[in-house]
């Protein structure tokens, strides 16, 4: 535990099929996901990760279920009503990653308040992915230097990576050290594209739902035994 990344990514995935094993509707299995995510959140603010960003719910997840989604919008609601003051009380800044404006009035407001209120703590950096897709982040960053460069602001050749990450919606951060997804699913379904350059990778088999604060310790454990070259070699 000597080598904490400093950001950790989590596609928290299986809760759908969590709540298939156990022959309960979709919308609890989400709920007991959040379960999860609780305790999480606590322990990486806890131990001093610097941020943590959360795959919530991406801009292709408008295509579930209407039943499925707004049980998804309910828990958004329900999350932020429950957690925010011991969020604040801990010191976690909020940030939302991805287009608010497309979220239901409601749950727009509501994201916008919980940031607004968190936004001079200096504790864990809590980046959670609502409406978003790495793909449409990256578009979104390059329109804007586009202006930039319209405007005379910036010249194209004085566009490099620090002027990109400043357009990202994790401007000031490190970079992803350390990806999880549970489930066993191999893959990062458009989430945090640039940001993920050189972050270590991890697929426990374990639905989100079941997934632990021990087996939260034991990946970051496995992640600081693995030899980060970001393509050099050492001697």
């Not at 801009?59 to 011991?86: C, Q, Y």
């Not at 202006?147 to 010249?155: H, S």
């Not at 050189?198 to 997934?211: C, G, H, K, R, S």
Request: one cysteine or more.
């Amino acid at each position: 535990m000597s080598h904490l990344p400093r950001h950790i990514a989590i596609i928290m995935d299986g809760n759908g099929r969590w709540a298939k094993q156990h022959k309960l509707a979709t919308a609890l299995g989400h709920r007991k996901g959040v379960e999860s995510l609780r305790e999480i959140i606590r322990y990486s603010s806890d131990v001093g990760i610097a941020v943590l960003s959360l795959y919530a719910f991406s801009t292709e997840n408008w295509k579930r279920s209407p039943e499925e989604v707004s049980a998804l919008m309910g828990l958004i609601l329900d999350f932020f009503h429950s957690e925010i003051d011991e969020l604040d009380a801990k010191d976690v800044r909020i940030r939302i990653m991805g287009d608010v404006d497309g979220l239901p009035e409601k749950q727009a407001r509501t994201v916008r308040s919980a940031q607004e209120r968190t936004e001079n703590n200096k504790g864990l950096q809590l980046n959670i992915a609502l409406n978003y897709g790495g793909q449409a982040e990256i578009l979104r960053a390059i329109s804007a230097l586009c202006e930039k460069v319209i405007k005379g602001d910036i010249k194209c050749q004085d566009i490099d990576d620090a002027l990109f990450q400043q357009e990202l919606y994790t401007a000031g951060q490190p970079m992803v050290d350390l990806l999880i997804r549970t489930s066993g699913e191999m893959r990062i379904s458009n989430f945090l594209l640039y940001q993920l350059a050189y972050a270590e990778m991890l697929f426990p088999q374990v639905l989100w739902p079941d997934y632990t604060v021990d087996m939260f310790k034991k990946d970051l454990e496995t992640f600081g035994g693995r030899d980060r070259r970001y393509g050099g070699r050492k001697a």
